[in-house]
Nanobody, 123 residues
């Protein structure tokens, strides 16, 4: 069992940056691949970025490549999402999730979810 708590969201002007954090409980964090998803109002939850257990492999949705960076610290049991050049269309609730297997793009590939953190980008 893994419990995930996101933080770092807020209100930011377009062009700004944010770093989201997701702290995981338990001593088995390094055995999970991790992912970040987001859900905008009236839209389905979508994959944003994923990272392997070791952190050696990362994956991104085409819409965020070059602006989002996912990383993890297996000592601190935390996964991060650095967001640069924020756009109004990045406004969403951002969720982190843990997967027993690979950090794929499908929601059903993940076993544990956090409660989310709101990111609002003003134009």
């Amino acid at each position: 069992q893994v419990q995930l708590v996101e933080s770092g969201g807020g209100l930011v002007q377009a062009g700004g940056s944010l770093r989201l954090s997701c702290a995981a409980s338990g001593r088995t964090f390094s055995s999970y691949a991790m992912g970040w998803f987001r859900q905008a109002p009236g839209k389905e939850r979508e994959f944003v970025a994923g990272i392997s257990r070791s952190g050696g492999s990362t994956y991104y949705a085409d819409s965020v490549k070059g602006r989002f960076t996912i990383s993890r610290d297996n000592v601190k049991n935390t996964v991060y999402l650095q967001i640069f050049s924020l756009k109004p269309e990045d406004t969403a609730v951002y969720y982190c999730a843990a997967a027993h297997f690979a950090a794929g793009q499908g929601l059903n590939e993940y076993d544990f979810w956090g409660q989310g953190t709101q990111v609002t980008v003003s134009s």
